[in-house]
DNA sequence: GACAGCATGTAATGAGTTACATGATTAA
DNA sequence: TTAATCATGTAACTCATTACATGCTGTC
């Protein structure tokens, strides 16, 4: 019996909302954390059966065809460790981006390989955003998949639509430079946006 | 001998600039990736240690007392293979964030823990940007510890302000609007922000 | 001479991924 | 009838973390 993780919660939120099929699981868990708790589905499978293990969850087996297929449920006892759950406040943002240490370091590099990496930064942002806003136009126009749900999707939307929309927009600031720059190996006759240091607006300063 | 990983490649990337002693990298380490790929100081202890296995890295030993320390310099095939390494895009931004499986599921537990979630977020969000603009006004005076690479650490630099500030903003506007909320488990009777699911300005679509 | 913190690691463990396997159903 | 994809997993592996160990250095 593992102990319980984030992904474990994740979970048993889901199942909070509805009963799911592994499968199902699966596809909403793809739906709803791809955008910030992506995990593969052979983790699901496994996850699941541990809540089961630990009293949160009951399985219930039926069959399509000749098929198994198992259905997860909830227990009182899964309710109460959710919410137990929901009471500590939480981490992040983590953030992780491989592509920015190529470009901290561009330097040593060549001009055209930074270039590249901010135009894939750039795409992924705005082919990302282009998912996204296709997935929240549902909700716009008929209250998408769980109205009653929908002052909380909208918080997670918000942040999301917002937090791509910046990347994208950075990345097409940054090209926009190098697009200027002569080369890359040194700061020495190069434009430097200096603005870059300090605050953005709008920002308040709390001490 | 393990395979490279982007964090061997990040510590190479170090090493690209000058050579340093074992401990100097995980203080560098820190300084430079804590923002965007965090490693424990263990993990640098024994990256570094690969790096020489793969040939990209010498280790020369020597002492402070009694002590010994390694000093560790990229090799030229170090530098090739980082140079090959650069000219591949890389992958990111990358978003783990925790919280937000809290928030968007908020609906199963009690409004304050929502508003206590929110709260947390935003004053990680905003400690982090003051640490971060601590950092950077070093540079806007008098340059930073390497002037020669300033055009590249400005462009990294406004991505984390600008997100970290976007953050706190974030948090700050969900703040205001749970406020507001008679209660949270259901959608019915509560104003909820629809332009969350509207593309953010400025918006360009790109088809 | 004791104690904090500087400095340098190793060993055990774990969450998650990759690769693989396989049967059932549906579309061409 | 073949291929795609739906559906359900298991086993091996890996990157990274946690926990531990230990000697040195300055200072109270």
Same sequence: chains 1, 2.
Avoid: C
């Amino acid at each position: 019996m593992r102990d319980l993780t984030p992904t474990s919660y994740a979970l048993l939120a889901l199942l909070g909302v509805r009963p799911w099929s592994t499968y199902e699981l699966t596809k909403q868990v793809d739906r709803t954390f791809r955008w910030y708790w992506r995990r593969r589905d052979s983790l699901v499978y496994a996850e699941v059966k541990n809540l089961v293990e630990h009293g949160l969850a009951t399985a219930r087996k039926s069959s399509t065809g000749r098929r198994l297929r198992t259905t997860y449920t909830i227990t009182p006892r899964g309710r109460a460790a959710l919410r137990r759950w929901m009471a500590i406040p939480g981490t992040g943002p983590d953030l992780e981006f491989e592509a920015l240490i190529k470009i901290a370091f561009a330097d040593l590099g060549h001009r055209d390989d930074l270039l590249a990496t901010l135009a894939a930064v750039r795409q992924n942002a705005e082919s990302t955003l282009a998912q996204a806003l296709r997935q929240t136009s549902d909700y716009l126009d008929h209250g998408g998949p769980s109205p009653e749900r929908l002052h909380v999707i909208a918080l997670t939307a918000k942040f999301l639509l917002e937090y791509w929309n910046l990347v994208a927009e950075w990345a097409q600031w940054a090209e926009r430079h190098v697009d200027r720059w002569p080369h890359v190996d040194r700061a020495e006759g190069i434009d430097i946006p200096l603005d870059a240091f300090k605050p953005p607006r709008p920002w308040r300063h709390t001490p």
